[in-house]
């Protein structure tokens, strides 16, 4: 064994005591741990390993002699140090005399462990319960704010109801969107740390799982198609009708990924399957997926998904908000139901997020499966006979019939004073430009910070100049 390199010995700094003896039992090497803690910091020259370890190593003829196997196995000995006080250690000793002539001795002192090993578990145990702390405080406050937020909404709906000016309505519905943009993020606090505190229990019942499914498509379709996107749901014949298990939890798991998939997709089509991929006796397995051709996600960023506050990149945050704590809560609850959740992506592509889960069938549903074949739901939008890079590819007849569609609905936005919208079609704008001539671009970052600013004047001239290169 090579023990020194360029006259540097690479465990000096161990916190482990390490000495090298020779075939005499002559000591050729102490780190520095073992200097300092046997006491040989002015030198240990002359110093045999029978010095160290008398009750082991005894002198002999031929150097010394010893009982002491040598190997990787741990023996309890007792260290002595130069002023003869002594202390127990647990060592191995090495014979690497073949190839260095030298027997490498490591040893940690045990009491020294004992203490440290007492002193992590005392530290564990301190940071458990600030966490635990941590956890209630979170829980408390965010329970907290459920009801202050709910008051603001109930009055919002209130007045709503009332015959209203067009602006004060605009205003109050704004007022509603917030309202319940919060609610989502107080409900995955709220998610988050239940889970996290180990306090989170599935509540399973049969359901309709078609009936569930339509449930989802119900509450994301609007958000997608009036992002000009189509939306596919593709269930397996080989689903029953009616399922054992955590409905609200799959729902939330599917609505996560399907917000996500429309949030992160400005061009193509969000699908959305399902099909039974097991059976073992009473007990089915699901594979879900949500397939997007949005902006993807870079392979080296794949890992950081699903870690609690993390996403891919802070100016994504930005442009799209979000807590970051969706697919942690996702993965969680799909672990809680006995599955996995991955990802497949490619950056500017697309991504494919699966889950599996276990649900239940009931003794009398068991072979009832669904008559129908496959039911997919037609595109929403008109992308299905193009596929979504088509549609990227600036000046393809695809991609010129995408832009005029959005820049009518920008607009459209524009005139209604919509600005949050007309901003998310200036976006898909932006996608869609993105390969063209200069000055196409150009004027569609103006028209953008024209949006950005409301202003009117501004934004009508841009987009009639944008109107007139585009040819449409
Ligand atoms: P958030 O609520 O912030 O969206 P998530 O945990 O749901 O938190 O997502 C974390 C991050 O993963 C997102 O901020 C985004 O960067 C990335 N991400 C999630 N889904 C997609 C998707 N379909 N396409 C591209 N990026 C995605």
Request: hydrophobic share 40%; glycine share 6%.
């Amino acid at each position: 064994m090579e023990l020194e390199k360029n006259g540097v010995f690479p465990i000096e700094d161990t916190l482990e005591i390490i000495l090298a003896f020779d075939k005499t039992g002559k000591i050729t090497y102490m780190n520095a741990a073992a200097r300092k803690k046997l006491e040989y910091e002015e030198g240990f020259s002359g110093k045999c390993i029978q010095d160290i370890f008398p009750n082991t190593f005894r002198s002999a003829q031929e150097g010394f002699e010893t009982d002491c196997p040598f190997g990787n196995a741990l023996q309890n000995l007792v260290a002595y140090r130069k002023n003869l006080t002594c202390f127990p250690v647990e060592a191995r000793i090495v014979d690497h005399t073949e190839t260095s002539g030298l027997y490498i001795c490591m040893a940690n002192d045990i009491l020294e462990k004992e203490f440290l090993t007492k002193e992590i578990e005392q530290v564990r145990q301190e940071a458990q319960q600030a966490m635990k702390v941590k956890s209630e405080f979170v829980a408390n406050v965010t329970h907290e704010l459920r009801t202050p937020v709910n008051g603001i909404l109930g009055n919002v709906r209130e007045l709503l109801g009332e015959e209203l000016e067009t602006k004060v309505e605009r205003y109050l519905r704004l007022i509603e969107r917030c309202c319940g943009d919060m609610n989502k993020i107080i409900n995955n606090i709220l998610d988050f740390s239940k889970l996290e505190a180990g306090k989170f229990t599935l509540e399973p019942r049969k359901f309709n799982f078609r009936s569930m499914l339509d449930y989802v498509k119900s509450n994301h379709i609007n958000k997608i198609t009036e992002k000009g996107l189509g939306f596919f749901m593709t269930v397996s014949p080989q689903i029953p009708e009616y399922i054992i298990g955590d409905e609200l939890r799959i729902v939330q798991v599917l609505g996560n990924l399907i917000s996500n998939a429309q949030k992160f997709t400005s061009v193509g089509k969000i699908t959305v399957e399902a099909v039974r991929t097991a059976r073992v006796n009473d007990k089915i397995e699901l594979f879900f997926m949500v397939k997007d051709t949005g902006i993807g996600i870079d392979a080296a960023d794949k890992d950081k998904l699903f870690q609690s506050f993390s996403q891919v990149d802070a100016s994504i945050s930005r442009k799209y908000g979000g807590t970051g704590l969706g697919l942690n809560i996702c993965k969680q609850l799909v672990e809680l139901m006995g599955g996995r959740i991955e990802v497949e992506s490619e950056k500017n592509r697309g991504s494919t997020f699966s889950f599996s889960v276990w649900v239940g069938i009931s003794e009398n549903e068991e072979e009832v499966l669904c008559e129908q074949t496959d039911y997919i739901e037609m595109p929403a939008g008109d992308v299905e006979d193009s596929s979504a890079e088509d549609i990227r590819q600036f000046g393809t007849p695809e991609n010129l019939k995408n832009l005029k569609n959005n820049l009518s609905k920008l607009i459209l936005c524009v005139e209604m004073e919509n600005w949050e919208k007309a901003e998310m079609f200036m976006e898909t704008v932006r996608t869609l430009t993105s390969g063209a001539p200069r000055e196409i671009g150009r004027i569609a970052l103006r028209l953008k910070m024209a949006i950005q600013k409301e202003n009117y004047d501004k934004i009508t001239t841009e987009f009639a100049e944008l109107n007139n290169l585009l040819g449409t």
